[in-house]
Structure formats: C-alpha cells, structure tokens
C-alpha cells in the first residue's frame, strides 16, 4: 500500500502515549512516516512530488518537534519561535534520514531538533530577558539608526530617532539599553579596547572597619545599661587610657575597688550581650 503526499493528512494526529487513543495516533503517524519515506526515496530531489512528499513528512512529524519544544518552557521565550527553530532541526533530519539503517525516524531527528533548539538559546536568546514589545521596538530603534546614518554620513541622535519612528525619546533610550543587554558580560572579562582590567577588579572591596561599626553600636547599646561611675571608669580606662592607679586617683577610690568595679562592668556586659551568649 502507498499513501502519496497529496492523500496524506495535513496534520496528522500524534499522542503522547498517555492513553490507548494517544498510543494509537503516534504509532499511526510514525506508521505514516515510513510510508512517506519510502514514498520519498523513489521520488528527484526538486521536483514538484519531491517537495510536496517532504513536506507531508514535515507535517507528520510537527508533534515532535512540539513535544522537544515543551523542555524549553521554562526559558522564557515565545513558544510560537522555539516551535520555529524546531522545526529547522527536523527538516535537517528528514534530510539527511536514511531510512535503510534500521533506525526510528523519532530516535533520529530528536537529538537534531534539540539540537537546533540548544543553538537558539546560545547565540541568540537574550541573557537579560527583556519584555516582547520593547525587542520588537529595539529591532525598528536599530533599522532607523541604520538608515539615519546613511542619510546623514553621522550617528543619528536620540530625538532624530524618535521622530523617525514616532516615538518618545524616553522609549528610544529604553530600547538602546534593551540592545546592550544581548548577553550578560562576565565580571572577569578584560574590557575591550580601553586596556583595563576585569570589572571585577575595579569593583569596591568591603572596608574592615565595617566590623568595628558594628561592635561600637553594640558597646554603646550595653554601656548605657551600666551604672554611671561604672561607665566613667571604662571610658577613662579604655578611652582615655589611664591606668586603675590614676583611675583610683581621679576618682577617690582605691585602686582595688577600680578593679572590682571593672570587673563587675566586665560581667554583666557579657550577660547583656545575647550575641556572645
């Protein structure tokens, strides 16, 4: 029995093999593409039946190529484009199947049409993805820029954009930086041309004293708990630094009730600290 392209379905059903009724049209379609293969191999690349043939085949295979479309989901991309660039992938595979060696056309086109997918999304999908709308204005935003150039001999400015397109200027500048964001720059790359390190390199780096503020904040929090000869007997030891025997002169005292003071402040700083503790 031979189907001929003319005769064959335009969209052959195709299941996910999930049911008895999905089971049934996948292996009618893969069915199908055998025959349109066989069909194909007698048949003049060029000629009128050659390329009606091959796009039956085509046709019935289009569910792979959803189906290889589906993993890409999460990538952010219209489904309608991944669907596109998949279908590549299969007419390279309808190409270059040999129906001779055994193999299911399925096992055969999917690592192609995966393939083609992978290659979208590493030179042309956008690392910072930007809204729809805003790339298609970034496409028209470049065309103009183009063609401004040319009339003018010079780079167009944002307003002669702007008016070319009918647009505002802010809406021209969101695209221009919309174009910049093609693909993410590494922290590490050397910056072309003007001889500079890595961005990395010349990026901030965190100040130690940074610790320290944090520590101040914190010992003034817990000396104001203190009483205020206790506090004056730290600040005069650790900020003034004097010893406990011009403390104990300054304040009256003996050196060894400093002692125990500071002691004592030592304490019960430790037991308001809830950090340490």
């Not at 069915?31 to 009606?52: K, M």
């Not at 940074?210 to 010992?219: F, I, K, P, Y």
């Not at 203190?226 to 600040?235: G, N, S, V, W």
């Not at 005292?253 to 030592?266: A, I, T």
Request: hydrophobic content about 40%.
């Amino acid at each position: 029995m031979t189907v001929s392209a003319r005769t064959a379905p335009r969209t052959p059903p195709q299941g996910d093999g999930g049911s008895e009724s999905g089971r049934s049209r996948g292996a009618d379609a893969r069915a199908l593409t055998q025959v349109l293969f066989a069909e194909l191999s007698d048949l003049t690349p060029g000629t009128p039946e050659h390329a009606r043939v091959r796009a039956a085949l085509i046709e019935a295979n289009l569910p792979l190529v959803r189906y290889a479309a589906a993993r890409f989901r999460s990538r952010n991309e219209p489904m309608e484009d991944v669907i596109q660039v998949g279908t590549i992938g299969l007419i390279n595979a309808i190409d270059r199947f040999d129906p001779d060696r055994g193999v299911q056309f399925p096992t055969f086109a999917m690592p192609t049409v995966v393939g083609e997918i992978k290659r979208y999304f590493r030179d042309n999908v956008r690392t910072v993805h930007v809204p729809r709308r805003l790339h298609e204005l970034w496409v028209q935003v470049n065309g103009a820029t183009e063609d401004l150039t040319v009339l003018h001999g010079r780079s167009p400015t944002t307003a002669e954009i702007a008016e070319r397109l009918k647009l505002g200027e802010e809406e021209v500048l969101a695209c221009i930086e919309a174009g910049r964001s093609y693909h993410a720059t590494s922290l590490e790359a050397a910056q072309e041309g003007d001889g500079l390190p890595g961005l990395v390199d010349r990026l901030g780096y965190e100040d130690p004293a940074l610790a320290g503020v944090e520590h101040r904040d914190l010992v003034r929090h817990l000396l104001v708990q203190l009483p205020e000869r206790e506090q004056r007997i730290l600040l005069l030891r650790y900020y003034s630094n004097l010893t406990q025997s011009q403390i104990s002169a300054e304040l009256g005292v003996s050196q060894m009730h400093v002692s125990r003071l500071l002691s004592r402040s030592f304490a019960r700083l430790r037991s308001a600290n809830r950090i340490e503790s």
